[in-house]
């Protein structure tokens, strides 16, 4: 058995912990998650970028910084940096959380992670 305990905010932390007490120790049945991005155009990224509006937490700005989308404001206290995985799926970099947009036609009308939901109001 194997007991973590930190003292932060950051969650995602502990996960590390258990995958170095893993490696050292040459535990079974504990995997490291992995990712693959997949390359979208500019064009394909463009349609993410807007004002994302979260029930009781405010509005969130959503911004490309080259292949990535990054997060800021709202419910979001500090930056969260996405990469694509599909085409409306996206994981966050750190922690490894998929946010998945929500599309009708061609154009972004919110996204969705963990137990939030938030609409594009612009």
Do not use: C, H
Not at 29 to 50: A, I, N, W, Y
Request: hydrophobic content about 35%; charged content about 25%.
């Amino acid at each position: 058995a194997v007991v973590i305990m930190v003292n932060s905010n950051n969650g995602s932390i502990m996960r590390e912990i258990l995958l170095s007490i893993v490696d050292e120790y040459d535990l079974p049945g504990v995997e490291p998650r992995t990712r693959t991005v997949s390359e979208q155009s500019e064009e394909q990224l463009d349609r993410f970028p807007g004002t994302f509006r979260f029930p009781n937490d405010g509005d969130a700005q959503l911004v490309r910084q080259g292949n990535e989308l990054v997060f800021s404001g709202g419910p979001f206290s500090q930056n969260i940096y996405l990469l694509p995985q599909e085409d409306s799926i996206f994981f966050n970099k750190n922690s490894g959380v998929y946010y998945r947009f929500q599309f009708e036609g061609d154009q972004v009308t919110g996204v969705k992670f963990s137990d939030w939901v938030g609409e594009k109001v612009k």
